[in-house]
């Protein structure tokens, strides 16, 4: 440890509904930023920045391993050690006391909030076309787009309209306030992290000041299931190049095929993809991926002048791989390349969070020790199996922000983001 410590309190949001999750985004995007107690937003700023050096509020969710949804808000704050009982009084600040009624303050936060978000468009097109393939393909990846991907745009629309009335102003109030008297309901997880006995000090400190008000009956993990049926969608972004994805269901980590998996997406970038999409198609980038968590193998191109061709050499690299004999140092570096994610150093209080979560969506040693024994043990054969398998008989899921919506969209339907948020 490096002399600070470390508290994450984590709530269980997994009873509020797939309608709240725009609501709840709001609230963790505009908590930090508001006064608290008797304490307007300057105030408790200025008083915040002197305690701690680090505060950050964050809505997000971990995916079980039989593919449930565990939405959860948290917050997290770091001090010196000597001076960690500050931790416990900046989280019990901002988690009972926020400052709901400084409403100039929330209206002008919305707005920029919503002026961000159109005109970061352009900027973060890849993203929005990635999450766009995948939401039909995981609960995971549902969530993230509604949250933050081209779903949310329609929450961004609902909030350009509300601000600009005293009555949307007074409902947003309204609605932030009663996240506020659910959350502080909802099944509380601390995770601390110091030298010594510090983080059971801070978390003994934590429950005294912010004892647990659970109300009746267990939080499960959310049962929201992807609709399953691939996107084809053209987000019309106006720029000079494209970003393309392509994306497949496939098996979890607890699959016998998860590791090949893995490597497979190792050669597929830097023997195929690459050299078909960034030396001879001349984008930016272009790489393949595997997530274990999300059960999705993915295919992008970055800052790419084409699309119906890169659409083409995402086909055609399937065809490739399902055909291809790599070499033993070709499949021992893809492997190499795999571990090297798998084992990559985070500071301890990260590695403690890690730990926490893992156990929270029940990924056991075991499996992670099967995981990574299938991918020492992954053969060219294995490569070509689970392409053949997973990716050449099924059609992917695909979505591209497109930069000019007269070129060859490759069957794709235009969308406009926009449409609703002018």
Avoid at 20 to 46: I, R
Avoid at 400 to 420: E, F, H, M, Y
Wanted: net charge neutral; with cysteine; proline share 4%.
């Amino acid at each position: 440890m490096n002399g600070l410590t470390y508290a994450n309190v984590i709530y269980d949001v997994g009873t509020f509904d797939e309608a709240d999750w725009p609501w709840l985004s709001l609230y963790a995007d505009l908590l930090p930023d508001l006064g608290v107690g008797t304490q307007n937003y300057a105030e408790a700023s200025a008083w915040r920045q002197s305690l701690v050096p680090a505060f950050q509020v964050s809505f997000d969710a971990l995916v079980t391993a039989d593919g449930a949804l565990k939405p959860q808000l948290s917050l997290f704050a770091s001090a010196l050690r000597e001076e960690q009982e500050a931790i416990t009084a900046v989280l019990q600040r901002w988690l009972t006391q926020p400052r709901f009624d400084e409403i100039d303050r929330i209206a002008f936060l919305i707005t920029s909030r919503v002026r961000s978000q159109i005109s970061g468009l352009g900027q973060l097109g890849s993203r929005y076309a990635a999450l766009a393939a995948t939401a039909p393909l995981s609960a995971k990846s549902k969530f993230d787009n509604r949250v933050r991907g081209t779903d949310s745009f329609a929450f961004c629309s609902l909030l350009q309209g509300m601000v600009d009335t005293a009555d949307g102003l007074a409902a947003i109030r309204q609605r932030l306030a009663l996240v506020q008297a659910r959350l502080l309901t909802c099944p509380r997880s601390l995770v601390c992290a110091g030298l010594d006995a510090d983080a059971a000090r801070l978390a003994r400190s934590l429950m005294i000041a912010m004892p647990a008000r659970q109300s009746a009956g267990a939080c499960a993990a959310l049962v929201t299931q992807p609709d399953r049926v691939p996107a084809q969608a053209a987000l019309d972004i106006a720029g000079q190049v494209n970003d393309c994805v392509a994306a497949w269901s496939v098996p979890g980590m607890s699959h016998v095929d998860a590791a090949a998996m893995a490597v497979t997406a190792e050669p597929m970038s830097h023997q195929i993809l690459h050299r078909a999409l960034r030396e001879q198609g001349g984008a930016y980038g272009g790489s393949a991926s595997y997530s274990s968590d999300t059960g999705i193998f993915v295919m992008s191109s970055f800052r790419d002048p084409r699309l119906a061709a890169s659409y083409a050499d995402f086909a055609a690299a399937v065809d490739t791989v399902t055909h291809s004999d790599f070499s033993q140092v070709q499949i021992e570096e893809a492997i190499i390349g795999v571990i090297k994610r798998l084992d990559k150093p985070q500071a301890p209080h990260a590695e403690a969070l890690f730990a926490w979560q893992l156990m929270a969506r029940g990924i056991s040693v075991e499996a992670r020790t099967r995981f990574r024994q299938g991918l020492l043990a992954c053969t060219g054969d294995d490569i070509k199996r689970v392409a053949r398998t997973w990716l050449a008989p099924v059609a992917p899921s695909r979505a591209a922000a497109a930069g000019n919506l007269t070129q060859d969209l490759a069957g794709l339907s235009p969308v406009n983001l926009l449409a609703s948020s002018t």
